[in-house]
């Protein structure tokens, strides 16, 4: 298995634009998550899924974030308009169902830059 | 909020010592986790240790948890440069498992 693929792994973007980041978790995987990732506030959780719905999207900083996930081989994390202060590392992570499938698998991650 | 913190932030030694690092946290957990995060790229699931397990070894891995004091600590010996990277604890809390909550991370260095 080629592992969680994420694209694109750098985006540089104006404010304002808005910015598509994409997933694709691991075949059989049925949660996948998306996270957050700068050096003031750590590795934030942002939302996730469970068999393709949206479980939790407590982390999702307003309005402007919005996540899918159309079927269970991709999902997109979209942010408009884009704002300097989202700059930051997202990345996607997913992992199986049951006891024994705890263990998340991160992709390489995308590095955002708004300027 | 962050849910487990680990200690110290920055770790500097030696190649051939060994390293702990010590994560707290604060509410009943169902699992803790151990992740590896390397510059520029995803972290890495090192090792799994479940609430009624006290100490678990993988390779140079040895970590402990210690549900009474709600910490657990991870020690790697005889460490390897490429051993450099950035080490986060995470927490599978007993409901709302299906999630993990990152502590802020250690950052070890190997010195050759």
């Known amino acids: 298995d080629a592992g969680v693929i994420q694209s694109p792994r750098h985006e540089v973007t104006e404010m304002g634009q808005e910015v598509t980041l994409r997933c694709k978790p691991i075949?059989?995987?049925?949660?996948l998550f998306w996270y957050r990732q700068t050096m003031m506030r750590g590795l934030e959780l942002l939302i996730y899924f469970n068999n393709n719905v949206p479980i939790d999207d407590s982390g999702m900083p307003e309005d402007r974030f919005s996540a899918k996930m159309p079927n269970a081989s991709f999902s997109t994390l979209k942010i408009q308009p884009s704002e300097p202060r989202d700059s930051a590392v997202y990345f996607c992570a997913s992992r199986g169902e049951g006891r024994g499938q705890e263990t998340q698998y991160f992709g390489p991650g995308t590095r955002l830059l708004v300027l | 909020s962050q849910q487990g913190e680990e200690d110290p932030q920055a770790l500097s030694i030696q190649e051939g010592e060994n390293a702990t690092m010590n994560c707290s946290y604060k509410?009943?957990?169902?699992?803790l986790q151990w992740y590896r995060q390397n510059s520029g790229r995803g972290l890495v699931h090192l090792i799994l240790?479940?609430?009624?397990?006290r100490e678990k070894h993988s390779g140079r891995l040895r970590v402990t948890l210690d549900t009474s004091k709600k910490s657990s600590s991870l020690l790697i010996t005889a460490s390897r440069a490429a051993d450099t990277a950035s080490y986060f604890c995470?927490?599978?809390?007993?409901?709302?498992?299906?999630?993990?909550?990152f502590g802020q991370g250690t950052r070890l260095t190997i010195n050759p």
């Open positions: 240790i479940r609430s009624n397990e």
């Open positions: 075949s059989g995987h049925d949660y």
């Open positions: 509410t009943s957990i169902n699992n």
């Open positions: 995470a927490t599978g809390r007993v409901q709302g498992a299906q999630k993990l909550v």
